[in-house]
């Protein structure tokens, strides 16, 4: 038995920067931290493992839109709402394409 690779290519590592800066954007403003708390930080971990682990790696399309539901459904609501809180002030100040990636449907 062959451990599995973990997803390390360059859209997996781009999609990681930013659900990384969208959560610590949503904190910042939602619950006045400087540091992730520790919700955030459980959150961003999850992320990050999830990411890791997406079957389709470099093929992933967005999470949003995918037919494979690997968030646990408390995690979901969360990320969800995280995107949707931090998405608008991604798009204004961080016009990078890993958003619209992020957010395309
Ligand atoms: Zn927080």
């Given amino acids: 038995m062959s451990k599995r690779e973990l997803n390390n290519g360059p859209l997996i590592r781009d999609e990681k920067e930013t659900v990384s800066?969208?959560?610590?954007?949503?904190?910042?403003?939602?619950?006045?931290?400087?540091?992730?708390?520790?919700e955030c930080a459980d959150l961003k971990n999850y992320c990050l493992e999830r990411l890791s682990y997406c079957r389709f790696g470099e093929q992933k399309s967005a999470c949003s839109n995918c037919s494979v539901h690997c968030y646990q459904p408390k995690y979901r609501e969360k990320i969800k709402r995280v995107m949707r809180y931090s998405g608008m002030w991604m798009l204004l100040y961080h016009p990078v394409y890993s958003v619209k990636h992020l957010l395309k449907r």
């Fill in 21 to 38: 800066k969208m959560i610590a954007l949503y904190c910042h403003k939602k619950h006045h931290q400087d540091d992730l708390c520790e």
